[in-house]
């Protein structure tokens, strides 16, 4: 399967790369963070009769952009989970083509209205300074993990956004034996 960034302009494409790139390294990177975080708990704790202060707050926080860069990576692959039986029933391309476009609306008009309230709540956050809302021990500020909600939102936004897009330029298309045919 070719990227998405395969079929834009070298323009959108470039910085598109870019930041694709950057969170494939994130989430990579926060997986791994949480491996050896774990793993060093077990040993402190159990190995040593110590502990490690405060972890689940940072932990807490570079895993909510890992989880959500890690679901707009999986958007922009297509690859979240459907339950689309009209993909398997329908035959006609026209049909195909338009139940992909409903698809694709509806996927829209909800990722617009989740990001919007996103955004909500991280500007009622930011407004809400010096009184941020924080972790415990560590201080981390609440706007921290929900701007990864945010961002990871809006990054599946934009994604669906450049599937659909190029889903009206493809158009409807005909069986391949009927290509052949005429």
């Known amino acids: 399967m070719t990227e998405i960034v395969d079929r834009l302009p070298d323009g959108a494409a470039r910085p598109l790369r870019a930041v ?3 969170m494939r390294i994130f989430v990579a990177l926060g997986g791994l963070l949480m491996a050896v975080t774990f793993f060093a708990v ?4 159990y190995g040593f009769s110590g502990n490690l202060f405060a972890y689940e707050e940072w932990l807490l926080a570079i895993s909510f952009w ?4 890690g679901a707009a990576l999986a958007a922009e692959k297509k690859s979240h989970v459907n ?3 009209l993909g398997v029933v329908l035959k006609n391309p026209k049909l195909i083509w338009w139940r992909g476009m409903i698809v694709y609306v509806i996927e829209f008009l909800i990722g617009a209205y ?3 309230w996103c955004y ?6 930011m407004a809400a300074y010096p009184l941020w809302e924080s972790t415990t021990a560590l201080k981390i ?3 921290f993990p929900r701007s990864a909600i945010l961002v990871g939102f809006f990054m599946m936004l934009v994604f669906n956004t450049i ?9 409807p298309q005909a069986p391949e034996d009927q290509n052949l045919e005429g």
Do not use: C, K, N, W
């Open 42 to 45: 077990v040993i402190v704790r």
């Open 114 to 116: 989740i990001v919007y």
């Open 163 to 171: 599937y659909m897009v190029l889903h009206i330029i493809d158009g």
């Open 141 to 143: 500020p609440a706007v």
């Open 120 to 125: 909500l709540a991280v500007a009622s956050e």
């Open 66 to 69: 890992t989880f959500f860069l």
């Open 83 to 85: 339950a689309d039986i």
């Open 20 to 22: 694709l790139q950057f």
